[in-house]
Nanobody
Framework: QVQLVESGGGLVQSGGSLRLSCAAS????????MGWHRQAPGKERELVAA???????NYADSVKGRFTISRDNAKNTVYLQMNSLQPEDTAVYYC?????????????????WGQGTQVTVSS
């Protein structure tokens, strides 16, 4: 019953900014690593950024210095602040999370994915 719901995508001009959000909900015991991937038309999905439960981050070289990943553990939410956007950043962005769920005191660990949100950078 765990779900990840994304928001914040849209159309932006080159050099502009967007902030993506992804909230996890359901029978969550704990959330481990969270991250963002993207997939451009005709290309494979690639890792953009990741963040551990303790706040350590990792970024793809192509977005270093421009994107910032963060999380709000109280809200089970991960964010991606995207600045200085370029047309090459155009893609569907997917959040994911390594989550331990609990059902009647039975725990299990799974990797979950959001539905994806379109980011389009023009001009």
């Amino acid at each position: 019953q765990v779900q990840l719901v994304e928001s914040g995508g849209g159309l932006v001009q080159s050099g502009g900014s967007l902030r993506l959000s992804c909230a996890a909900s359901g029978n969550i015991f704990s959330v481990n690593d969270m991250g963002w991937h993207r997939q451009a038309p005709g290309k494979e999905r690639e890792l953009v950024a990741a963040i551990t439960s303790g706040g350590s981050t990792n970024y793809a070289d192509s977005v270093k210095g421009r994107f910032t990943i963060s999380r709000d553990n109280a809200k089970n939410t991960v964010y991606l602040q995207m600045n200085s956007l370029q047309p090459e950043d155009t893609a569907v962005y997917y959040c994911n999370a390594d989550i331990i769920s609990i059902t009647w005191f039975r725990k299990r660990r799974d990797d979950y994915w959001g539905q994806g949100t379109q980011v389009t950078v023009s001009s």
